[in-house]
């Protein structure tokens, strides 16, 4: 199979973002990386004048030896002044390679805590924004943000700014002295470090930036592949589908590999070419070469070409970091760029003062919604939801059943008009009271890395056993718990391993102990099986009395006998009422309820040929 690696929108063939865009959208860029490395900038300072002057005691050593083979060459030899010399250069290497340590040392303790700061940070950060938002990214995603890119910031922080200065003080000192000695032979040593700045700006040129950004892409989807793969592997496998979940995956991996050949193969050119010209080798040619030039035209003193020899070669080492770290920097600048986006995503707005006990009557009042503008979800949304009624949403596929009930718990904030639990917007509770007042459960579950108790009393900590057991009866799961290694105390994914009915009624289990007066319900029993379905209907029928009760029906035949039925299409509410009298109004949930028993008919006709 061969997968296709795209480019960029921006890199598209003649879609290329003008000069303009790409000149603003590289500001953007830098404008994220100073305000994420903003907190760390001063300390970073101080590391880089520590740096400077490091860079600084790595020549000198090298001036002081010049000095001292001078010296050597002179008749009579002053062996003091070169025992001097040689020690003043074993000195001056010493404090260089201290404060090198120093620095570094210092750099990555900066780093170890901006991590732990950062990670704080973004974890809070998650606390804060929408539901919803977890709704529209995988795990992986969440995970590139909280592991990936925050260790991606590892190179902008503990080494770019200190490469970048030692790439530049050790150049500027070398030149400067040479330019003393013999300013011809220093613009000739000047040619291979030219060479080198044209052949390393190739690699930070646009399409670098293009293929790293191709790259990028299928690394996260890789990563998110993976955690999908891994995750639903038992069910796919107990199906029969596992070539069919290994395909995703092996599709992300193949592009993965296909993006990195793009990016790398460039750039791995560019850069021997790079290296080359900066080898001690070639820069020694090109100074020898020159000096003989020079020398035979009477320019130069032979003994001018010793300097040039002994601390000319060095300059091509310091620039080698640069080269190296180019693909770091870029993925850090891009990682910066995720993150900074990610911290500006707009927070719900949570209120402090919590008010008294809610009673539950919800009332959506010209409530409209839209995930992008200009899409509308939800229009002019008008109802009423009261204290021990069941209310069901119907409708066809995408007509906003999931999107209106996932506003009242605010997974989503309303984007005109207001949701009221007794006559307050929902938009004044705090988030604990809000949870307190407003229970759900939906058909993707979500469990902790903890014991079935501790995912239980998520809902109610102060719950006790008998509380507990009460709401597992009532959801079915009671014994199914009781027949783990562990019983309550089994580790889920450890010894406690539950099919998808079994961890929906834990999650229903887990609704009931909150003991909400608003519950929101997506198909509850959608994945229990039959012989509990009729059970778990009872349990639910019990236990909400008094409760205002919101469920999402896809299978007509298990919301007969509810108080209301509402009917939505293309975002609108165009029915309500109960069972009998849509069926007899002859629209739309009649027609659903025909395509219901057509559905109903078809699979009992497969049940009996089994």
């Not at 290296?275 to 820069?283: E, K, L």
């Not at 995408?398 to 999107?403: L, V």
């Not at 019990?542 to 299409?569: C, S």
Request: net charge negative; with cysteine.
């Amino acid at each position: 199979m061969t997968v296709q690696v795209a480019p960029p929108p921006g890199a598209e063939s003649g879609n290329r973002l003008p000069k303009a865009a790409a000149k603003a959208q590289k500001q953007q860029e830098a404008l994220a990386r100073k305000e994420i490395l903003a907190p760390v900038s001063g300390m970073l300072t101080v590391a880089s004048l520590i740096v400077a002057l490091a860079s600084v005691c790595s020549v000198v050593p090298f001036l002081l030896i010049v000095a001292a083979c001078r010296e050597l060459l002179n008749s009579p030899v002053d062996t003091d002044r070169v025992w001097w010399l040689f020690g003043a250069a074993v000195i001056v290497l010493v404090v260089r390679a201290l404060l090198q340590v120093v620095a570094l040392s210092w750099s990555h303790a900066v780093d170890a805590g901006y991590q732990l700061t950062l990670r704080r940070l973004l974890a809070a950060k998650l606390t804060r924004v929408p539901l919803g938002w977890f709704g529209e990214r995988s795990s992986g995603e969440v995970k590139g943000y909280l592991r990936d890119d925050v260790d991606a910031l590892h190179f902008l922080v503990a080494h770019a700014r200190l490469d970048f200065i030692g790439a530049l003080v050790v150049p500027l000192v070398t030149l400067g002295y040479l330019f003393t000695v013999d300013w011809r032979l220093t613009l000739v040593l000047m040619i291979p470090l030219i060479a080198y700045m044209i052949l390393f700006s190739k690699i930070m040129d646009r399409d670098g930036r293009d293929r790293l950004a191709v790259y990028t892409r299928w690394e996260r989807r890789l990563s998110a592949a993976t955690v999908e793969f891994v995750d639903g592997i038992q069910v796919v496998r107990a199906f029969g589908q596992a070539g069919k979940a290994h395909r995703e995956f092996q599709d992300a991996v193949e592009g993965q590999v296909q993006a990195a050949h793009r990016m790398k193969t460039p750039i791995i050119r560019v850069q021997a070419a790079s290296d080359i010209v900066v080898m001690p080798v070639f820069v020694m040619l090109v100074v020898v070469l020159g000096g003989l030039a020079g020398v035979g035209l009477g320019w130069v003193d032979p003994l001018d070409l010793l300097p040039f020899l002994l601390v000319g070669l060095g300059i091509g080492s310091s620039l080698l970091g640069l080269g190296y770290g180019s693909q770091a920097l870029r993925a850090g600048g891009a990682a910066a760029l995720r993150l900074h986006e990610l911290l500006q995503t707009p927070e719900l707005e949570i209120a402090e003062t919590p008010a008294g006990a809610q009673t539950g009557i919800v009332r959506f009042e010209g409530v409209e919604f839209a995930y992008r503008t200009g899409h509308d979800v939800l229009r002019g949304i008008d109802l009423e939801l009261t204290p021990g009624t069941i209310t069901a949403l119907v409708g066809p596929s995408g007509s906003g059943k999931s999107t209106l009930a996932k506003l009242l718990p605010r997974f989503y904030d309303v984007g005109a008009g207001r949701i009221t639990i007794d006559g307050r917007d929902i938009r004044e509770f705090t988030s604990e009271e809000l949870y307190r007042t407003v229970g759900f459960v939906f058909q993707d579950v979500r469990l902790i890395r903890g014991t079935v108790r501790e995912n239980l009393l998520l809902a109610r900590p102060d719950a006790d056993t008998e509380a507990i057991e009460r709401a597992t009866r009532a959801a079915q799961i009671h014994d199914r718990i009781l027949a783990l290694p562990r019983g309550y105390d089994s580790e889920i994914g450890v010894d406690a391993t539950l099919s998808g009915g079994e961890a929906q009624r834990l999650s229903i289990a887990r609704a009931l102990l909150a003991d909400t007066p608003v519950l929101v319900l997506d198909e509850a029993t959608a994945f229990a099986d039959p012989e509990s379905e009729a059970a778990v209907q009872d349990a639910l029928a019990a236990l909400i009395a008094g409760r205002t009760v919101l469920v999402i029906a896809h299978r007509l035949h298990t919301i007969t006998g509810v108080d209301r039925i509402l009917v939505l299409d293309n975002g609108t509410l165009v029915e309500q009422g109960t069972h009998a009298e849509l069926r007899a109004a002859g629209g739309l949930y009649q027609r659903l309820w025909e395509i219901n028993e057509a559905a109903l008919g078809a699979l009992a006709l497969v049940e009996e040929t089994r």
